[in-house]
Nanobody, 118 residues
Framework: QVQLVESGGGLVQPGGSLRLSCAASGFTFSNYAMSWYRQAPGKERELVATITSGGSTNYADSVKGRFTIARDNAKNTVFLQMNNLKPEDTAMYYC????????????WGQGTQVTVSS
């Protein structure tokens, strides 16, 4: 059974930091690119960051220099370190796994809420 379980969300003041984690199970983690998406109320889901199976990373322009994605293949876990958070970062954050060859093999987590507010 495939599972992606996010954790680490919460309420933080502007300028603060959070670290999201996504624990994966039920598939061969190292064969998947891992991404974080987010969706704010009334907005479309957007790609935040991606890390390939080889460790290459890409970020949305809005988070470059503030967010860092990393993966631990030994623990089947992907992380998103978020620094200097802004109110516009408020959203539900979702973990995504996509097979590096068979892109139709794609999984989603249930999401973790991040709220940035004073």
């Amino acid at each position: 059974q495939v599972q992606l379980v996010e954790s680490g969300g919460g309420l933080v003041q502007p300028g603060g930091s959070l670290r999201l984690s996504c624990a994966a199970s039920g598939f061969t983690f190292s064969n998947y690119a891992m991404s974080w998406y987010r969706q704010a109320p009334g907005k479309e889901r957007e790609l935040v960051a991606t890390i390939t199976s080889g460790g290459s990373t890409n970020y949305a322009d809005s988070v470059k220099g503030r967010f860092t994605i990393a993966r631990d293949n030994a623990k089947n876990t992907v992380f998103l370190q978020m620094n200097n958070l802004k109110p516009e970062d408020t959203a539900m954050y979702y973990c995504n796994a996509k097979h590096v060859v068979f892109s139709l093999l794609e999984y989603w987590g249930q999401g973790t809420q991040v709220t940035v507010s004073s």
